[in-house]
């Protein structure tokens, strides 16, 4: 993946795809495969895998492996594809896993591992390095994921392949990274679209999209909104479906993530299970979680 054309796929809403799971804890691909169909059948360019959102903990590299060829080949070239590594891994094994994405033709986001936190040069000089020796290994653009110190973050965006950065630490980290690498590099919100909106006005270029793989009209409304710089319209979209949709979520007794993965089997994407010992939720929670997106106008009633 051409580092300047990843860079530019990541100014607009990107989809964060799942993995999806069989009752019995079997990968399903190809509930995946057709989820990223119908994000390009509904004109969405770039689809991103995630340690989170894609449920990286639940699986060994060999299954994020295969999740990611499934997207890829589903992809089949009409898609920009970005990959990310996992939390726990080790130098070695990220250097790896990226030349397996930089030969598939996507690009590569690089987390932080987690055994690296710290500030000062004792914690700070491995990470860089790190993330060099990955660039020396590699062709594609690379995306930065984690939380740095600003002076780590200013060194990282000089690296020529570092073309973004996946920004999820928090406001205030938010405001300052954008104003030390903004101007460099893309950089795109991984949390709520308010926190997008906040994000705008300091240069953040791109979002990741909750209902582009569910609703995807709300994502069309909410971007065309941006576009036209009328962030009225675009507070009224979030306070329609996504200020519900969190409260729902963030609140819920089993967590943020299951409510997610539930919405996906709502909308008929694919199916709410994960893997145990994580709760999936059950029919009379799927019930509530419906009507909280038939309240929003998205869904008819059982009835109806």
């Not at 590569?108 to 020396?136: C, I, K, Q, T, W």
């Not at 962030?231 to 479906?241: Q, S």
Request: include cysteine; glycine fraction near 8%; aromatic fraction near 10%.
């Amino acid at each position: 993946m051409d580092p300047e054309r990843l860079q530019a796929a990541l100014a607009q809403p990107i989809i964060s795809l799942p993995t999806y799971f069989h009752r019995d804890g079997r990968q399903d691909l190809l509930s995946l495969s057709r989820t990223v169909d119908f994000s390009i059948d509904n004109d969405f360019s770039t689809s991103l895998l995630t340690a989170g959102d894609s449920n990286y903990e639940l699986q060994s590299e060999t299954e994020i492996r295969a999740v990611v060829q499934a997207v890829v080949d589903a992809a089949a070239g009409r898609a920009t594809v970005l990959v990310g590594t996992a939390l726990h891994w080790w130098r070695d094994q990220i250097i790896d896993f990226a030349r397996f994405v930089d030969d598939l033709g996507a690009g590569v986001m690089v987390l932080r591992p987690s055994a690296s936190g710290g500030n000062g040069p004792h914690f700070e000089d491995p990470v860089f390095a790190m993330y060099e020796a990955v660039a020396a290994q590699v062709n594609c653009g690379i995306v930065l994921n984690g939380q740095f110190s600003m002076g780590l973050l200013d060194r990282l965006a000089d690296i020529p392949q570092v073309i973004g950065l996946k920004e999820d630490a928090g406001d205030a980290w938010c405001h300052d990274a954008l104003y030390t690498v903004g101007d460099r590099i893309s950089v795109f919100n991984g949390g709520q679209k308010w926190r997008f909106l906040y994000g705008l006005l300091w240069g953040m270029k791109g979002y990741m999209s909750s209902f582009g793989p569910l609703a995807p009209q709300v994502a069309h409304q909410f971007w065309h909104a941006v576009q036209q710089k009328d962030l009225f319209a675009a507070a009224r979209i979030v306070d329609t479906y996504d200020n519900p949709f969190f409260q729902h979520s963030i609140s819920h007794p089993k967590g943020f993530h299951p409510v997610r993965q539930a919405s996906f089997e709502i909308f008929g994407r694919g199916p709410r299970w994960l893997r145990a010992p994580q709760a999936s939720l059950d029919d009379t929670e799927m019930a509530a979680l419906r009507d909280v997106f038939v309240h929003m106008g998205l869904l008819k009633t059982e009835s109806a």
